[in-house]
């Protein structure tokens, strides 16, 4: 990356990321340094993902005088973030058990950045332009074949014409569809679904089942019918109500009898004024953002699809950590927490499986919201708010050193609809080319074709022949060598190996790649079962979390003392974790500043 971003370590900031910046939006940071206090006050952060290291980052940056403890049940933080290499055939390569490439878009994008800017790592960034297939060549499997996907509008014109991939051309009639029907300005909680088949009509129901349907499983890894529409894509819900349809969005107002100013919106719509105030605020943050981190680096953002590192994204979370440690934060692992009490003076107490006990004056809680909800024993209606589906996901990175490059599509990889649900035995979500999508991560990239291949989601049910079976084990991750007469691990579950070979022989299928090909080369997999790894945001996920901030705000069990931040809440991708994470310590960071000792519950941004 140009050396317009390169940005010392050092030095300390009340900025929203820490060193190189001085975010001035007042309602989620000030500029004014940390005041003196009479005792050391005690902020525990409780689950060392990627949430509670960035955090505790923040925190300590901020509040140097404090004494931050960061909290994590496992051996080892960075929570879903897990890079690996593996040896396969002489030769290592790096695979991925959780995200594997950050996207620099919006407001989530620029805050990610600029953490990578004060962590110093920019020169270590390997960056995928727009320009780059992997960015321009994404595919969906349907009728039995890979079909690549519209990716200009010429594309998209001819792949309606010639109806390929299959069922695009239903797309004609549900915009007609949109087109005509008017808004529901009055519409509750929908799921996607709902949304869609309301305003797409019948033609609608084919596009769920044959494209959106995918893109969900590759996001979310839940269904349509799982998910709220104003949970994960308000912004539709938003240009309904504001311009009457889809299609009237992009239509020039003038020409639209729908359209209403958002001072119209807001007399009668208490949920879209909602909408409408949280648009305004991000879009004030994101300006104070780009402004900082200036011209160069904004424009170098916009043509940039993805990114990642050398060592792949835990490079991100062990420099956090590298960070912190030096900084003074006292991390605690391999000890899950059992219990969290109240106890006399505003005081918060968490009891350890191991016996230990500590008091402090904030815990901010990270940990899933399930995982909280065990461990907060004496408040059930606050118990009940931090419930929340989630999805299992199945990931196989499968390492494949062979005498040729194998051949596989030119792009990032494929998603799996709903529609294969009665062929699709394994549970496939999709496949990513990681070779393709990520390149230059291994020394020699010619020999080396790497896949991960994503299962379960909505698939994973009960009765479902793959889910059983990896649901004896439990979590988990298993390492195999593959040769042509079977695997050479024999603490392998057989489970586990008869799971891999179904997989494989699927990827052979699906990309056309003859077997005996794949008898020629060495193959090292990797199998990680992340069970609850993806929350799933349903049609009531905003009101229960605006509810839930107000009774951390007004009822103040556990004595006020509590925030909480994390996928659980407020956004499940990297980005919009360290976006909350970090809004939501300069938020404690003045508050503690200024000595008001006031309630901070991490769902302010949701409860305008």
């Given at each position: 990356?140009?050396?317009l971003?390169?940005?010392?370590?050092?030095?300390?900031?009340?900025?929203?990321?820490g060193?190189?910046?001085?975010?001035?939006v007042r309602?989620?940071?000030s500029?004014?340094?940390?005041?003196?206090?009479?005792?050391?006050?005690?902020?525990?952060?409780?689950g060392?993902?990627?949430?509670?290291l960035?955090m505790?980052?923040?925190?300590?940056?901020?509040?140097?005088?404090h004494?931050?403890?960061l909290?994590?049940?496992k051996?080892?933080?960075?929570?879903?973030?897990?890079?690996?290499?593996?040896?396969?055939?002489?030769?290592?390569?790096?695979?991925?058990?959780?995200?594997?490439?950050?996207?620099?878009?919006?407001?989530p994008g620029?805050?990610?950045?600029?953490?990578?800017?004060?962590?110093?790592?920019?020169?270590?960034?390997?960056?995928?332009?727009?320009?780059?297939?992997?960015?321009k060549?994404?595919?969906i499997?349907?009728?039995?074949?890979?079909?690549?996907l519209?990716?200009?509008?010429a594309?998209?014109?001819l792949a309606?014409?010639?109806?390929?991939?299959?069922?695009?051309?239903?797309?004609?009639?549900?915009?007609?569809?949109?087109?005509?029907?008017p808004?529901?300005l009055?519409?509750?909680?929908?799921?996607?679904e709902?949304?869609?088949?309301?305003?797409?009509?019948?033609?609608?129901?084919?596009?769920?089942d044959?494209?959106?349907?995918?893109v969900?499983?590759?996001i979310?890894?839940?269904?349509?019918k799982?998910?709220?529409?104003?949970?994960?894509f308000?912004?539709?819900?938003?240009?309904?109500?504001r311009?009457?349809?889809?299609?009237?969005?992009?239509?020039?107002?003038?020409?639209n009898?729908?359209?209403?100013?958002?001072?119209?919106?807001?007399?009668?719509?208490?949920t879209?004024?909602?909408?409408?105030?949280?648009?305004?605020?991000?879009g004030?943050?994101?300006?104070?953002?780009?402004?900082?981190l200036?011209k160069a680096?904004?424009?170098?953002?916009?043509?940039t699809?993805?990114?990642?590192?050398?060592?792949?994204?835990?490079?991100?979370?062990?420099?956090?950590?590298?960070?912190?440690?030096?900084?003074?934060?006292?991390?605690?692992?391999?000890?899950?927490?059992?219990?969290?009490?109240?106890?006399?003076?505003?005081?918060?107490?968490i009891?350890?499986?191991?016996?230990?006990?500590?008091?402090f004056?904030?815990?901010?809680s990270?940990?899933?919201s399930?995982?909280?909800a065990?461990?907060?024993?004496?408040?059930?209606?606050l118990?009940?708010?931090?419930?929340?589906?989630?999805?299992?996901?199945a990931?196989l990175?499968?390492?494949i050193?062979?005498?040729?490059?194998?051949?596989?599509?030119?792009?990032?990889?494929?998603?799996?609809?709903?529609?294969?649900?009665?062929?699709?035995t394994?549970?496939?979500?999709g496949v990513?080319?990681?070779?393709?999508?990520v390149?230059?991560?291994e020394s020699?990239e010619?020999?080396?074709?790497k896949?991960t291949?994503?299962?379960?989601?909505?698939?994973?049910?009960?009765?479902?022949?793959v889910?059983?079976?990896?649901?004896?084990?439990?979590?988990?991750?298993?390492g195999l060598?593959?040769?042509?007469?079977?695997?050479?691990?024999?603490d392998?579950?057989?489970q586990?190996?008869?799971?891999t070979?179904?997989?494989?022989?699927?990827?052979?299928?699906?990309?056309?790649?003859?077997?005996?090909?794949?008898?020629q080369?060495?193959?090292?997999?990797?199998?990680?079962?992340?069970?609850d790894?993806?929350p799933?945001?349903?049609?009531?996920?905003?009101?229960?979390m605006?509810?839930?901030?107000?009774?951390?705000?007004?009822?103040?069990p556990k004595g006020?003392?509590?925030?909480?931040?994390?996928a659980?809440?407020?956004?499940?991708?990297?980005?919009?974790?360290?976006?909350?994470?970090?809004?939501?310590?300069?938020?404690l960071?003045?508050?503690?500043?200024?000595?008001?000792?006031?309630i901070?519950?991490?769902?302010?941004?949701?409860?305008?």
């Amino acid at each position: 990356m140009p050396g317009l971003l390169r940005v010392g370590r050092g030095g300390g900031s009340s900025s929203l990321f820490g060193e190189g910046f001085k975010l001035s939006v007042r309602r989620y940071a000030s500029q004014s340094s940390a005041a003196p206090v009479k005792e050391r006050r005690r902020i525990a952060v409780l689950g060392g993902g990627i949430s509670g290291l960035t955090m505790a980052l923040q925190l300590v940056r901020r509040l140097p005088t404090h004494d931050i403890h960061l909290y994590e049940a496992k051996k080892r933080v960075g929570g879903w973030v897990e890079s690996e290499k593996i040896k396969v055939g002489g030769d290592l390569a790096l695979v991925e058990g959780g995200p594997r490439s950050i996207r620099p878009a919006s407001l989530p994008g620029l805050a990610m950045m600029s953490l990578v800017r004060s962590l110093g790592l920019e020169e270590r960034m390997l960056s995928i332009p727009k320009t780059h297939p992997s960015a321009k060549n994404r595919y969906i499997f349907h009728s039995g074949k890979v079909n690549l996907l519209p990716n200009s509008l010429a594309s998209a014109f001819l792949a309606v014409l010639t109806n390929r991939p299959p069922r695009l051309r239903s797309i004609i009639p549900a915009l007609v569809h949109d087109f005509r029907t008017p808004p529901d300005l009055g519409a509750g909680a929908e799921s996607v679904e709902d949304f869609f088949r309301r305003r797409l009509g019948p033609a609608g129901l084919k596009i769920i089942d044959n494209a959106m349907s995918a893109v969900l499983h590759g996001i979310y890894a839940a269904d349509t019918k799982d998910l709220g529409i104003r949970s994960i894509f308000g912004f539709l819900a938003l240009a309904e109500k504001r311009h009457g349809g889809l299609i009237r969005a992009a239509m020039p107002t003038r020409w639209n009898r729908f359209y209403r100013t958002d001072e119209e919106i807001s007399k009668d719509n208490a949920t879209a004024r909602e909408m409408i105030a949280k648009e305004k605020q991000e879009g004030i943050e994101q300006l104070e953002l780009e402004e900082q981190l200036g011209k160069a680096t904004v424009n170098y953002m916009k043509t940039t699809s993805i990114f990642s590192f050398k060592e792949g994204i835990q490079e991100l979370t062990n420099a956090i950590e590298e960070d912190i440690v030096q900084r003074g934060v006292t991390i605690h692992r391999g000890d899950p927490i059992k219990e969290i009490r109240a106890s006399p003076q505003r005081l918060a107490e968490i009891v350890l499986q191991g016996g230990d006990e500590c008091k402090f004056d904030r815990v901010v809680s990270a940990m899933p919201s399930n995982d909280l909800a065990a461990v907060w024993k004496d408040d059930p209606a606050l118990v009940h708010l931090l419930k929340t589906d989630t999805s299992t996901v199945a990931v196989l990175n499968l390492a494949i050193r062979s005498p040729n490059p194998l051949r596989v599509p030119d792009g990032f990889g494929y998603l799996v609809p709903r529609a294969s649900v009665d062929t699709n035995t394994l549970g496939l979500l999709g496949v990513v080319f990681d070779s393709a999508a990520v390149p230059g991560q291994e020394s020699s990239e010619g020999n080396i074709t790497k896949l991960t291949m994503m299962l379960g989601g909505p698939f994973f049910r009960k009765g479902f022949t793959v889910f059983d079976q990896l649901q004896s084990l439990g979590p988990g991750s298993w390492g195999l060598a593959l040769k042509t007469k079977g695997n050479d691990d024999d603490d392998v579950p057989q489970q586990v190996q008869e799971l891999t070979s179904m997989a494989i022989d699927t990827l052979c299928q699906n990309l056309g790649i003859p077997k005996e090909v794949l008898a020629q080369s060495a193959i090292k997999a990797k199998l990680r079962l992340q069970v609850d790894c993806i929350p799933r945001y349903d049609r009531h996920h905003l009101e229960r979390m605006k509810e839930l901030h107000h009774v951390l705000k007004h009822q103040e069990p556990k004595g006020g003392c509590l925030t909480l931040i994390g996928a659980s809440y407020t956004g499940i991708s990297v980005n919009d974790c360290v976006l909350n994470a970090s809004r939501t310590a300069n938020l404690l960071a003045d508050d503690e500043g200024t000595g008001a000792r006031g309630i901070i519950t991490g769902l302010e941004h949701l409860a305008q």
